[in-house]
């Protein structure tokens, strides 16, 4: 299949740029190996000019034995007042072997006087020497108009000439990039017919960032507009508000666009992509980013339940299977016996002829909301609560005890250590583990104690643990809920935990969690 709209990635340059994050190189091939099982067109590997990692990427990347992506070089156009051939970062470009460059340049007459400092012509001639270099050395080159939409309202006709000197040197593309971020969905139409009248013969792309909320509405007007071209980063990650989520994007143009940029398996991996990048990124899923978002197709109960027992899909957009995505169902006290019976069916229990094991969920469900849990957030633990009225009674380990100190030290240090004796499989295990606070290391015991008897643990891990302080009920004194978030690159659950004791509450949420993750691997085949 042959898309319309080449996908160009950029996370592994410009997302990089985003505050607090930082990519191993290792990371770095990770994320390149799962843009790939994606099928975006391009992945742009870094700057090689710019450090010794990303050098080092450009000499590994073919380890991976990518089946569908191209790798791409960042780099700059040469130096004012000298050669292409002799400029270093350009010579870099060649060096790092890859087929493909992309090469910023200033498109933005302020830009070209004011930062760079030479004169707009010296700046037209770096562009177009550059460029025919390049593609003298066999390499395809894309070029990065910087600052071109602010450039293009400041001096337009600067703006297009910069474009037409890269593409009289041959570049493959010319991008228009809104560096800033502050287009607005209004100009973007004018502007990119305005540059396909100039340029009819060239390919046109957009870059856009989201300082104004608005880069996945600019790339999908620009793409309206005739552009073929679409640059962006997987979760929209980049630097101060992002640039435009380059999933989000693939899942707009293929499913409301008609635009067949993945063909349909591809697209059924986009939420798995989604999971795994945040997680190489160490960044937490947002549960609420469109189509992937663990959120995405969760609805909750009352008016929309009825009509979703009516009617599957009644309030979706689209069927969540098409990105990988699944339909949620979020039960509370809120909740009557039909949400129940619909949640089961979505976990793969058949309540509909068990009214009675219905009625006993909804009634501990009730009797649980009333002394501080709360569903709604956390559905993992919901689930098991449901697979236990409806029989299954494996339990994967047992706790005999477990104990936690925590220790400030003369040199201020706190430090939390926790020891837990579990049986597992028949076996007796005790285990300890540190860490800087005593969840933490509870969690490392545990997962130490488990890990032998149940290697797929591995994967998962705590992304997110919330802690709140409820009004005391009845002269039972304050209670603590513990919500505790898990991933395991594939799949992102919540557990719960509620009691008078902390450490008890998140005791609760953490046995919950591994005891989801197992069920699923296993269910998965270990
Ligand atoms: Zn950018």
Not at 174 to 200: F, K, S
Not at 219 to 237: D, F, K, P, S, Y
Not at 339 to 357: A, Q, W, Y
Request: one cysteine or more; a negative charge; hydrophobic letters at 40%.
């Amino acid at each position: 299949m042959t898309s319309p709209i080449t996908l160009y990635d950029t996370t592994l340059r410009d997302g990089a740029q985003r505050e607090g994050l930082s990519l191993t190189v290792d990371d770095k091939l990770k994320v390149a190996s799962w843009l790939d099982t994606l099928g975006v067109h391009y992945i742009e590997g870094g700057w090689p000019g710019s450090n010794p990692k990303d050098i080092e990427f450009f000499r590994r990347v073919g380890e991976l034995d990518l089946q569908h992506s191209k790798i791409s070089c960042f780099g700059s156009t040469r130096r004012a007042g000298g050669s292409a051939d002799s400029d270093p970062v350009v010579r870099e470009l060649v060096e790092s072997g890859a087929p493909t460059a992309c090469i910023v340049a200033k498109a933005s007459e302020l830009q070209v006087t004011e930062a760079l400092g030479t004169t707009l012509e010296e700046n037209l001639a770096m562009i177009a020497d550059t460029v025919s270099y390049l593609v003298s050395q066999g390499i395809e080159v894309f070029l990065d108009a910087e600052h071109f939409f602010d450039g293009y309202r400041a001096n337009t006709s600067y703006a297009l000439e910069a474009l037409k000197a890269a593409a009289t040197a041959g570049a493959a593309q010319v991008v228009l990039c809104d560096t800033n971020g502050g287009t607005m969905p209004h100009e973007v139409g004018a502007i990119v017919d305005r540059v396909r009248a100039v340029l009819p013969e060239s390919v046109i792309g957009v870059h856009f960032h989201n300082d104004t909320g608005n880069a996945v509405a600019n790339t999908l007007i620009a793409v309206e507009h005739g552009v073929t071209h679409v640059q962006g980063t997987a979760n929209g990650i980049g630097e101060r508000c992002g640039n435009a989520n380059l999933l989000t994007v693939i899942a707009n143009l293929a499913l409301k666009m008609g635009l067949p940029v993945l063909d349909a398996k591809h697209l059924e991996r986009l939420t798995d992509v989604h999971f795994a990048i945040a997680e190489i990124c160490n960044i937490t899923p947002d549960p609420h980013q469109p189509y992937v978002g663990s959120a995405a197709f969760a609805t909750k109960a009352g008016l929309h339940t009825s009509g979703l027992a009516k009617m599957e899909g009644a309030y979706e957009h689209i069927d969540p299977a098409r990105v990988g995505n699944a339909r949620r169902l979020l039960v509370s006290e809120l909740s009557g016996r039909s949400t129940v019976v619909l949640k089961g069916k979505e976990i793969g229990i058949d309540l509909e002829n068990s009214p009675d094991i219905a009625a006993a969920i909804l009634n501990e469900v009730k009797n649980l909301e009333h002394v501080g849990y709360h569903f709604e957030a956390a559905d993992a633990s919901l689930e098991l609560l449901m697979r236990r009225h409806a029989g299954f009674d494996r339990e994967f380990f047992h706790l005999e005890s477990f104990r936690v100190i925590v220790e400030k030290r003369a040199d201020g240090a706190v430090v939390s250590e926790a020891t837990v004796k579990v049986l597992a499989r028949g076996e007796r295990h005790v285990a300890t583990g540190e860490g800087n606070g005593p969840v933490n290391a509870l969690d490392a015991a545990l997962r130490g104690a488990l890990l032998k008897f149940y290697p797929a643990l591995e994967p998962i891990e705590l992304v997110d643990y919330k802690v709140r302080i409820l009004e005391e009920k009845s002269g039972t004194g304050a209670v603590t809920r513990v919500l505790i978030e898990s991933q395991d690159g594939h799949r992102e659950w919540s557990t719960i935990g509620v009691s008078p004791n902390i450490i008890e509450a998140s005791w609760a949420a953490l046995v919950d969690s591994y005891t989801f993750g197992l069920i699923h691997s296993s269910e998965e085949g270990e």
